[in-house]
């Protein structure tokens, strides 16, 4: 996986649009000579996959969408508890990114605490990056042109249980696709990859 700017272990200043996240990532590829790759990207990291296959065009042999959804709305007090760096901001996202039995401790991994680990990580972010990335997915305006102007094979990973991005909340991305292939996990929630990582992963098998 790559850490954008200001994330993680990447040092650098925030980048605070989707469409400059994507040309970031571009730019990353082109100084290592990538020619051709697949993109994959969960929640926010979907809309950046989405618009650098748009860039990308067929060098962009593969697309992957984890857990998506356009317009990726935001509520307001989401926004403010984020922008006044408020814990309340990471408790609902914690909350609402796992379906209801998760929350509960089903877990097909032993010895990892889901939503614990979540709210951990979310904790970590540096000042300022959690608000700045919620805002970028609630600007974000382009993602039914870009998602016209794909054209590698595209893949949808959904959770039925999604309280962030429903399911429903991608209808009009997938028919601005040519032919997407659409998963829906029925027992997961919006955090497929550690609700349903096996599940998530032969996903990920078959077209990668």
């Known amino acids: 996986g790559i850490d954008l700017p ?7 200043k925030l980048l605070l649009t989707i469409p400059a996240m994507a040309e970031w990532l571009m730019n990353y590829l082109d100084n290592l000579k990538v020619k051709e790759f697949s993109v994959v990207g969960h929640s926010m990291g979907s809309l950046v996959a989405l618009e650098t296959a748009a860039l990308a ?15 990726m709305a935001v509520s307001d007090a989401l926004l403010s ?9 990471i408790d609902i996202l914690t909350f609402m990114g796992y379906s209801n039995p998760a929350r509960l401790g089903r877990n097909t991994n032993p010895g990892i605490w889901m939503t614990g680990s979540t ?4 904790e970590k972010s540096d000042e300022g990056v959690i608000y700045q990335d919620l805002k970028a997915c609630a600007e974000y305006r382009s993602g039914l ?13 959904l959770g039925k249980k999604d309280f962030l991005t429903p399911p429903l909340k991608a209808n009009d991305l997938i028919k601005s696709f040519n032919n997407p292939e659409v998963k829906e996990i029925s027992d997961s929630g919006h955090t497929l990859m550690i609700e349903s990582p096996n599940t998530v992963l032969d996903y990920l098998i078959e077209v990668l």
């Open 119 to 122: 709210k951990k990580l979310l």
């Open 57 to 71: 065009q067929r060098r962009a042999d593969n697309l992957v969408l984890v857990g998506t959804a356009f317009p």
């Open 145 to 157: 042109e870009s998602a016209k102007k794909v054209s590698a094979n595209t893949l949808l990973i």
């Open 81 to 89: 508890y984020a922008k006044d760096n408020k814990p309340e901001a």
């Open 6 to 12: 200001g994330h993680g272990r990447s040092k650098g």
